[in-house]
């Protein structure tokens, strides 16, 4: 694993704590940060220090893994470039949305179970801490005990439900060419993708009592568990009622309505900011976040799209800038119940952003202490006192 930084002193920048950025000092130290004291000293003056982005969700990875349709790139080399792109805009925990579905091919049980101990195996030598969501499809019902089993092998917290086989049979009568397209992400043939859809829809019967014992078993392992792209309010109170109390991507306002009634948080994506809409053509996140529907962003399919996120809601006016980096931190962090990052406190893991407020760029990451992303512009300031922090080293 990288070394920690030194004992240090961050010195001259606005830090966003409690809401509000104000001048303050930061010390760093064995990962966590502290009051400071004596300590070398960096001046971060003329910068931004903010809290470390928790993304939730993000199945970009996958383009780096399977850049092309039956081109598949090893998984450590496919991590390490997610890793340093997720540092390079903010993000110090990173969950990797793995499919667990009956498409099989980059979403298929086996690929997780690879995905999962490829991540295990890749932690020590890790810049930011990554994770691993499993996006299970409901309708996967012989692999109930298997996932289960995986959750629990390998500690596996967070989960969402997927349910596609609606959208799969939309598309295989209305669209051909897309359902086609799809079947070549999964390796398969139109026809073998049908095969695998009809199957699916097949056990629909079995999928109450299957969700139900996954329910059960993640309750016993402490798991937080979720449902994604909910298409209507009946389905989020369902998922509401079983357990799932996260709602991503719902696809509709009633269902994200529904989700905020009861207390559970709703996580739309950073994209669908940026682009002020769906890809889709489904809910836009904008206007949920207008009207207080909408409790954190994740990157989705595209990682650079969370920095980007916070701005063009300052932009178009919707937030101030401290309440648009909560949606990307302190907010993701309690969802998923990381009490220890998220927010600048004493004691809390460093995990931090130098943000240059003049051209909006991150120019340095620290996570878990550990330097993941540095500009040339800034290492500089790093550079200045070697002596000192060689000696605060020893």
Not at 237 to 266: C, M, Q, S, T, W
Not at 313 to 338: N, Q
Not at 367 to 387: K, M, N, Y
Request: aromatic share 6%.
């Amino acid at each position: 694993m990288p070394d920690l930084l030194p004992p240090l002193r961050l010195t001259g920048a606005a830090v966003l704590i409690d809401g509000a950025l104000r001048p303050e000092a930061l010390g760093l130290s064995s990962g966590e940060i502290t009051a400071g004291g004596d300590l070398p000293e960096v001046d971060l003056s003329g910068y931004w220090l903010l809290p470390g982005i928790v993304d939730l969700h993000g199945d970009g990875f996958e383009h780096q893994i399977h850049p092309r349709p039956r081109a598949d790139f090893p998984l450590r080399a496919a991590l390490a470039s997610t890793e340093r792109e997720a540092a390079a805009h903010g993000v110090t925990t990173a969950y990797l949305a793995q499919g667990w579905s009956w498409e099989g091919g980059i979403r298929a049980p086996d690929q997780a179970e690879k995905l999962i101990e490829a991540v295990q195996a890749y932690r020590a030598e890790a810049l930011i801490d990554l994770r691993v969501q499993i996006r299970a499809e409901t309708h996967l019902v012989a692999e109930v005990p298997r996932l289960i089993a995986a959750v629990e092998r390998f500690g596996v917290g967070y989960v969402v439900f997927n349910d596609h086989s609606e959208e799969g049979v939309q598309t295989r009568r209305r669209d051909r060419e897309t359902f086609g397209i799809w079947a070549r992400k999964a390796g398969l043939t139109g026809e073998e993708l049908s095969a695998r859809l009809d199957a699916a829809r097949a056990r629909a019967r079995e999928v109450p009592r299957a969700l139900h014992s996954l329910a059960e078993a993640f309750d016993r392992l402490g798991v937080r568990y979720g449902s994604h792209d909910d298409p209507d309010a009946e389905t989020r109170e369902f998922y509401r009622i079983l357990g799932a109390r996260i709602a991503e991507f719902p696809i509709r306002r009633p269902a994200a309505a529904a989700a905020k009634a009861n207390g559970d948080p709703v996580l739309m994506g950073a994209p669908n900011v940026v682009r002020g809409g769906s890809q889709a053509a489904n809910l836009s996140a904008e206007a949920l976040i207008r009207d207080g529907l909408c409790d954190a962003l994740v990157s989705d399919y595209h990682i650079p799209a969370l920095p980007m996120a916070v701005w063009a809601l300052v932009d178009r006016g919707i937030l101030p800038f401290e309440k648009a980096w909560k949606l990307v931190s302190a907010a993701p962090a309690r969802i998923i119940g990381l009490a220890d990052r998220g927010r600048i406190e004493i004691g809390r893991r460093a995990d931090l952003v130098v943000m240059n407020p003049a051209t909006r760029g991150i120019e340095g990451v620290i996570a878990g202490g550990r330097l993941a992303h540095l500009s040339a512009g800034l290492a500089g300031r790093f550079l200045r006192l070697p002596a000192r922090l060689r000696l605060a080293a020893e």
